[in-house]
């Protein structure tokens, strides 16, 4: 039982940040209508902004305070993603590109984050120092590492935010009249090149700031994106591409699969590579619109 | 009138310039090295590199070989077999009498095509894969890094003399690490130890808790870690910690790669690990005293494998008397005795019985980190 519980914090630490890379997709999935695989790049190059900031290479004897990371992380990547959607998704638009140019481009924007990356900081893992350091805590049955718990904590405070900008102001209003219909949403006034930056831009922050969560677990790498975009992919289809709540359901339910079958599964412990394949393939097949129906499909 | 006294001027200063290379090229020893700067191997390469540098460069301050300077020619393969033996050709083009390869077996063994075809002697100080001497009969190649078949019994016979009887191995997915597994679970048959549980974090995995409660509940004497990928190391590691796990942690000599201590900082003391460097032995003092007076840090055992590397070819080149590859590459094969930085106390490298394999088998020894450095030699040898 003691292993049980150990374990669920560490699937739910997990979970959340499959959740945070599902909802960097969502973002700007639910207006665009683009899938845009470049945000394990950018999860990646947050980690890489976070880090920078609290061990930096131009101040290598100052650790500056979290909050300061996570405020850099999210202008930083914020402003990337807005000058991506303005460099590469919006010209291609305004030429009435076919739906899939985007997502080729953004595959191009991926290769040149990666490179850049391993440019700009080389190619050796960089240790990611954690806001309140790695000990052992005890909450009554559940144990966990304190990183586990601040990533908890930081993405249920994020998805509340995100759900209440949907729910209740008049810009989320405004990407879910886009998502529902484009041309119905500019008819009523709504600015859809606005919307879409803004999409971007908040999809790119939300990656960037799964990736410095991640990063005290496995170092800030540049090879770290691929896995968080395949397994954020793979939640966004679980829990569908319709609802904030989806998202996070997605990652959770990828990571108890993940870290229970290598627990209890009698099977070589390697396999659990294929899981969230297996969870992709199982989800497209039998229920392609996720657990969470669309808002339209209610 | 005028265009003769100019066509003299020209053939004058184009004569002057060609002998002035002649002369340069006469005043040098060009000696080629094959390293990683951007790729999976720059963890190692590097820094054998940075050895070979510091070796070239006291070399040249005590006068040189046979009264000429070392010039080194370093060329970037990205650990690639197929661009190894690119570089290995450019080098062979650029005049180099020896190459030197600091970045994986793989490309090693591929650039030994170009050094056989060539006709030049190619020397590896820091590869351990025993198969660089046995799959191509390359007269010209040589190998002084430890093999890795010695570093496993050296970590064999230490795993026994603790009295393990079950161990677990953990790695990860990638071929290497496997390779290391495999080898672990012979070496702990050889031996009479049970393998208990083995497991695998796979790359990109963001969580090795279920692999270690796994370990945990097996029971087991001590953990061998056969992983390469730093990630998933540090994974290992963290969920270790959070574990409260207490089994004793064997490495392979992946470990003495100074970078896991930063990745891994305050989680891997304790941990042992198989490596060929004892700090206390008079050359490897005389070697790190150099080394912390030219770069004002402690070096790890790395940079000591090219240190001894170049001063293997420079002792080879002055025996041989000559610049004839032939006359180098046989000074090369007959070198026996060479005592280095690195190597366990008392033990010496040399190409014994026509063997073009060096490393002393006595040669190992098993380190325990301390305070996030590679601390002091707790086993030595295979005895």
């Not at chain 1, 899938?35 to 650790?63: D, H, K, Y």
């Not at chain 1, 999409?199 to 968080?228: C, D, R």
């Not at chain 2, 790669?257 to 060929?276: C, R, S």
Request: aromatic share 8%; proline share 5%; charged share 15%.
């Amino acid at each position: 039982m003691d292993d049980f519980l150990e374990l669920t914090v560490s699937a739910m630490a997990s979970g959340c940040i499959y959740g945070l890379m599902a909802l960097a997709y969502l973002i700007v999935l639910r207006p665009t209508s683009i899938i845009n695989f470049a945000i394990g790049e950018w999860s990646a190059t947050g980690a890489f902004v976070g880090v920078g900031m609290l061990s930096t290479l131009a101040w290598p004897r100052f650790e500056g305070p979290y909050i300061l990371a996570i405020v850099a992380v999210v202008v930083v990547l914020g402003l990337l993603g807005w000058a991506v959607e303005r460099l590469t998704v919006r010209p291609l638009i305004r030429r009435g590109a076919a739906v899939t140019s985007p997502i080729l481009a953004l595959l191009g924007v991926l290769v040149i984050f990666r490179e850049s990356l391993t440019l700009i900081y080389g190619a050796d893992p960089l240790p990611s120092p954690p806001p309140f350091g790695f000990k052992r805590i005890e909450i009554g049955a559940f144990a966990g590492a304190s990183q586990q718990f601040f990533i908890i904590a930081v993405t249920l405070s994020l998805f509340a935010l995100v759900w209440l900008f949907f729910e209740r102001t008049v810009w989320g209003r405004a990407f879910e009249a886009v998502a529902l219909n484009r041309r119905a949403a500019a008819l009523m006034g709504i600015n859809l090149g606005r919307v879409t930056a803004l999409a971007f831009a908040g999809g790119a922050a939300v990656a960037g700031l799964a990736g410095l969560l991640m990063s005290p677990m496995t170092s800030a790498h540049y090879m770290m994106g691929l896995p968080l975009a395949i397994q954020g992919f793979t939640a966004l289809v679980i829990g569908g591409v319709g609802r904030v709540e989806g998202a996070l359901l997605g990652g959770l339910i990828l990571a108890f699969v993940e870290q229970l079958g290598a627990r209890y599964l009698p099977i070589p412990s390697g396999l659990t590579l294929a899981f969230p394949f297996a969870l992709l393939i199982l989800f497209l097949l039998l229920r392609p619109t996720g657990l969470i129906a669309p808002r339209e499909a209610r | 009138m005028a265009r003769t006294r100019f066509a003299s001027a020209l053939a004058f200063a184009t004569g002057f310039l060609l002998s002035a290379a002649g002369a340069y090229a006469q005043d040098v020893i060009k000696i080629g090295v094959i390293t990683d700067r951007v790729g999976s191997g720059k963890f190692y390469a590097e820094p054998v590199t940075r050895g070979i540098e510091l070796g070239a460069k006291m070399i040249n301050e005590k006068g040189g070989v046979l009264g000429k300077k070392i010039q080194l020619i370093i060329e970037d393969d990205q650990n690639k077999p197929d661009v190894s033996a690119a570089k290995a050709r450019k080098l062979v083009d650029d005049g180099v009498i020896v190459i030197m390869s600091n970045t994986g077996s793989p490309a090693t063994q591929q650039a030994q095509t170009v050094s056989l075809e060539t006709k030049t002697p190619h020397l590896t100080p820091a590869n351990s894969a025993d198969t660089l001497t046995t799959q191509l009969d390359n007269p010209w190649f040589f190998q002084t890094g430890p093999l890795a078949s010695i570093q496993l019994a050296t970590l064999m016979t230490y795993t026994k003399s603790r009295g393990f009887k079950k161990v677990a191995i953990v790695r990860d997915n990638s071929a290497l690490s496997q390779s290391f597994a495999e080898s672990f679970r012979k070496g702990l048959d050889g031996v009479g130890i049970e393998t208990a549980v083995e497991e695998v974090i796979p790359q990109g995995t963001t969580s090795a808790v279920a692999n270690l409660q796994k370990v945990r509940a097996a029971k087991v004497d001590a953990i061998l870690q056969a992983g390469i990928l730093g990630p998933e190391m540090l994974q290992f590691f963290r969920a270790y910690q959070q574990l409260g796990m207490k089994e004793p942690i064997l490495g392979s000599y992946n470990l003495s790669i100074p970078a896991y201590l930063t990745m891994a900082k305050d989680l891997m003391e304790g941990v042992v690990f198989v490596d060929a460097y004892d700090e206390t032995k008079p050359e490897a003092k005389a070697f790190r005293d150099i080394y912390v007076k030219e770069y004002k840090e402690e070096p790890s055992s790395l940079p000591a494998y090219g240190w001894d590397g170049i001063h293997l070819v420079a002792q080879a080149i002055e025996k041989a008397g000559s610049l004839d590859k032939e006359k180098v590459r046989a000074a090369i094969a007959a070198t026996t005795g060479f005592s280095g930085a690195i190597g366990a106390k008392g033990s010496s490298w040399g190409f014994r019985n026509g063997g073009r394999s060096g490393f002393d088998p006595q040669g190992a020894v098993v380190r325990l980190i301390k305070n996030n450095q590679h601390g002091p030699v707790v086993h030595s040898g295979q005895k």
